[in-house]
Every structure is written in C-alpha cells, then in structure tokens.
C-alpha cells in the first residue's frame, strides 16, 4: 500500500530497497519507508523521496518493527548487572522496548533521567504487587512489592502507586514453586479482579506471575491483561482454554528462561529434578501451541535477568523457541513486535511499519519470515528514528561504558526523625530490612516521641532461620540509584538505645562493609569511623577495600535467636 510522502525533505530519512516485514499480517513486500520527527510518515512501493532527505540504502535487507520483551529485570545479579550494559546488549539486539520487573518505584524518576542520557531502549517500569509470604514479597520490604490479600488493599496499593507513575503492574498471583520447593502464597480471584480494575482505572496494565493451568483461568475471569509467563503445571483443558480465549487475555510464555540446557547447562536424564525440568518445559511448549491455535494473543517475554537469561539475546532466543512451539515465523515475529504492542496497550504507538508508528525500525540481513534464527543477523537499529546502530550510526555515548552515576555529595545530617512524611533529612524513603524467604521476621517501624523530637523505634519478630535479622536501611539518594560520595567524611554517628550486638553496614559501588556495635537498655551515642569497617565477602560476592567513593546505602539491623522478639530505637544518624 502507497501512501503520499511528506513534501518537507528537512529532517526526513528515506530508507529504500528494503523488503518490509509490516508485522500486521500483510506478506513482506519490496517498499521505502519515509520518517520524519521520530515518526514514519510514508510507507510503500511507490512512495516519492523528498529531494535532500538521508537515504538508508536497504538493498537486501529485512525491514521490521524494533522487538519488545515485556518481561525483563534489570537486576543486579543478572547478564549483565548494570543499567547501561543492559541497556546497550538490548539496543543491539534489536530490542526497543522491555518492561522492568525489578524495581522499588522510589526509583523511578531517577532512573528515567539516567536512561534519558543513554542510547537505550524504551523502557516502562512496573510495579511490583505480591500477598503476604507470595512469590516476589520473598525479599526487599513493600517500598518495593506490596503485599495484599482483599480488595481493598488490593485498590489501596493502585492509589499508594499512582504518584509514582508505574506503567504497568506486575501481580504475583501465583505461588507453585514448580515442584522444586514449598509453594509461596497465592492470590485470591476476588483480590485479584480489585487489582485489575483499580489499575486499569489508572491506566495501568496489569501483568501476573502465574504458571498453573487453574490459576491462569483464574486471572482470565479477573480481567488481567496477560500472563507473564507460561502454564506448565499440566495441559490445558478444553473448559479452561474456553475460557481464557473469552476473556481476550494474553500470554508471554517467557520459555527462555524455562529452557533446559540453556547456556550448555548439562541435562542428566537419571536426575529428577532435570526430568523433571524437561517434563514442565514440554508442557509449556505445548500450551503455547494449544492457546495460540485457539486464539490466545502471544506475546514476547523472557524473565531474563535470571540465571542463565542474559538480557538482549534471550528476547532473540524467544522467538525461536516460539517456533520450537509450533508458531510460524511470522507468527513468532508478529508476538515480538505488533502483539506484544497491543498487550502494553501500545499499539496506536508503535509494534507496526505504518505511518504514524513510532520509527522503532530494525534491518536483518536475512529473512526472518522464513528461518527465525536470521533475528540474530540484525545489521541496523532505529529508535525513534535515529539510528543507534549500524553503519553510519554515531559511537555510542560515554554514558553507556559507564557502569554508574557520577557520585554526588550530601549533607552530614542523614536522618533525624524529625518529618512527618516518613522520609529521611536526605528526602529518601527508609526501608525495612529483614531476612528473606517465605517465613520472614515482621518488623514494625514507627516514630515516637523523644525529649522535644523524635526517634524511631523498631519491634521485631525473628522468623525461624538459622541467622533472622532486622533492621533499617537509610538510601543516601533517592532510590538508591545515584551513588553518594562519602570520602569528605571519617565515619558515621547515631544515638542507639537497646541491648545486644548491632550490624553497621555501608552498601554501594564495589560490595559492602560492615562493623558491630553494642547497645545498652538507656540511651548511648555510638561513633563507627570508616576505618573499622571490614569489607564483606561471600561464597557469591566479594567486596572491594572501602573507599566510600560510591555509597548507596546506611544499614542498621541486628540479629537474635530465631522465634525470639527485639526492640530498639535509634536517633540522630549523620556523617561524621
């Protein structure tokens, strides 16, 4: 189909040549597309090219939408951990737009400026939503995953996150642990379908962690947009399809990070954990087909950030296991491109060549309609219609060899207790620190009066583990995501009252460093000078010497028997 070409030539980019793959269904076909301010403007093979535009020679090249995955974390654990390298392993392997599973929303805003500096893909954060000992509320506090088990905390949570502005939720609905280990919580139908309405009346999608056949009909019923991943538990029965296919939810299978023997990982079939690994993984595969034939939209997901999901050529991965399933090439290209579009309510933005679309736009030295595997053969990348990648694309920014911000100072005083919003004297968000896991020590915080001030007081119950902790940990900047520069300073102080040993734990760029400390039943003031801090090191992790060059963040916590209670309170936290 020809449409009539921009006629300002400033500012315009004409690629030519190129067989264009649309993503709407239509066959690839021969065609120019004209851009013009981030946006395709033309499109077609009788399109005219204004004199003076840039033109992209295409000759024998594929021409397709920019891929999504919309099941990402970009944590620090994964491959690889940090945000521009994640960022940049996306950008060339044709992936434009990811959502992120991982993050507390405090730091949102300061991750959106940093991404803004980076040539990076489009990147929509969501909020993460869990029950009380669910899957996902297994670690961090609830300024990371809330935790709900009504409908009316279920509309409280949407209300607690809209200033922040999530794109997206993401629910922990789910709690089979695959067989592997005791189930987590799972989330009831009724909570479920508040979350669902309350986050759509935000304009928010909401996505789920589920992975049983009975509790994907249940997110059907609830109204929940897709499945985050896909259902391995058994195969799917007729009145379960039924209703899923009625409902108009989606599925993003993410069966990279399911797939046995990924990253050359040895399969034992005498083992039956592998056995079983391989059992659960053809039934996913299996599902997919049976919910694709019957009219289920597929979309692109790969948890990757997990073990052996490396961030960027999993997405790539996806789509051939989406064709191992039983999709056809361009059906599997469509999932990662126009239905993954539609799921994140995206369409009328991008996921499509056509004019208006976002110039998310990608050129394959191959054709991927017919061997998916040509999806690695990627030559060029767009986003918003400058090209990042590929010849004639400017070096990357400095930003994206960056592994950090640059540090920056802060005051001494780092909290005083002393305002009623609930943030630190640095305007930051105090977060609860306990040990992890399904049974996990409860903490409650609150400030109390103190001589004319205030103080924060913190009670414990210590969960039934070898090691239970609990305690408070003080982000130096806002969500932690910009380090701090401590180096004009000798050490910390604070005035601590409560008997037993405590754990000072400095966290940021390079590990973590820690000291005790004793408290008493009154009153005392404690001084920790950097110097007897000693770096942490683990079987996982080792930390560099200290240099407070790059901090995130202040931890006070402190350990006791497990079953047993603790309370203590703490004031005047400052740098010394």
């Known amino acids: ?60 090249k594929a021409l397709l939408p920019g891929f999504f995955d919309v099941h990402t974390h970009w944590t620090p654990g994964g491959q690889p951990g940090t945000i521009p390298q994640i960022a940049t392993d996306y ?13 507390q929303p405090e730091s949102y805003a300061p991750r959106r400026e940093w991404l803004a500096g980076l040539v990076a893909p ?65 989330m009831d139908e009724a909570t479920m379908a508040a979350l669902a309405e309350a986050a759509h009346g935000a304009g928010m999608p909401v996505l789920t962690h589920t992975v049983t056949v009975d509790r994907g009909a249940m997110a059907a019923r609830a109204g929940i947009d897709s499945l985050a991943h896909g259902l391995q538990d058994r195969q799917m029965d007729p009145a379960t399809l039924q209703t ?18 990924k990253g050359g990982t040895h399969l034992d079939p005498a083992n039956p954990v592998d056995r079983q690994r391989i059992a659960k993984f053809d039934l996913g595969l299996a599902n997919v087909k049976m919910m694709f034939d019957a009219g289920v939209p597929i ?16 997405t790539l991965r996806e789509m051939e296991l989406l064709v191992r399933a039983g ?26 060549i056509a004019p208006g679309q976002r110039a998310d736009i990608l050129l394959i030295d191959g054709t991927p309609w017919h061997d998916i595997a040509d999806v690695r053969k990627i030559t060029s990348v767009m986003i918003d219609g400058r090209l990042v990648v590929g010849p004639g694309a400017p070096p990357l920014p400095a930003e994206n060899s960056a592994t950090t911000l640059p540090a920056v100072s802060i005051p001494a005083l780092i909290d005083d207790f002393e305002r009623s919003d609930g943030r630190t004297a640095l305007d930051t968000l105090r977060l609860q620190d306990t040990d992890g896991g399904i049974s996990r020590s409860t903490e409650i915080v609150q400030i109390v009066p103190r001589g004319t001030g205030h103080a924060l007081a913190l009670a414990a119950q210590m969960s039934i583990e070898e090691e239970p902790f609990a305690g408070v940990s003080f982000p130096l900047t806002r969500g932690s995501v910009r380090p701090a520069d401590l180096r004009q300073y000798q050490g910390l102080s604070f005035s601590l009252k409560g008997e ?77």
């Open 1 to 60: 189909m020809a449409f009539q070409s921009a006629s300002a030539a400033e500012e315009t980019t004409a690629i030519v040549g190129a067989t264009i793959f649309d993503a709407t269904g239509a066959d690839p076909h021969a065609g120019t597309v004209l851009i013009q301010e981030g946006r395709i403007v033309a499109v077609g093979d009788d399109v005219t090219v204004p004199q003076g535009a840039t033109v992209i020679d295409a000759a024998g």
């Open 91 to 103: 950008v060339q392997s044709g992936v434009t737009t990811v959502n992120d599973f991982h993050q």
């Open 122 to 186: 489009h990147v929509n954060f969501a909020a993460r939503i869990s029950t009380p000992g669910g899957h996902g509320a297994d670690w961090a506090d609830q300024a990371t995953t809330i935790w709900i088990n009504t409908p009316d905390a279920a509309r409280a949570a949407i209300a607690r996150l809209e200033p922040y502005q999530p794109d997206l939720i993401k629910a922990f609905t789910d709690g089979w642990r695959y067989g592997l280990s005791a189930d987590n919580t799972s």
């Open 244 to 261: 899923i296919v009625q409902s108009g939810m989606a599925m993003a299978p993410t069966l990279a990070v399911y797939e046995p023997g």
């Open 299 to 314: 979309a692109l997901g790969t948890d990757a950030g997990m073990p052996g999901t490396p961030h960027g050529v999993s």
């Open 327 to 352: 999709l056809t090439p361009p059906q599997a290209l469509i999932a990662g491109t126009a239905a993954s579009a539609k799921v994140m309510g995206l369409a009328d933005d991008r996921g499509t």
């Open 500 to 576: 037993g040993s405590y754990t000072v734990r400095l966290s940021g760029e390079g590990g973590s460093w820690s000291t005790e400390v004793t408290g008493s039943p009154a009153w005392q003031d404690i001084t920790v000078p950097f110097s007897a801090l000693m770096a942490e090191t683990s079987p996982r992790f080792f930390s560099e010497p200290w240099t407070g060059a790059a901090i995130h963040e202040v931890e006070i916590s402190t350990s006791r028997p497990g079953g047993s209670t603790v309370a203590f309170e703490l004031d005047d936290l400052r740098l010394r």
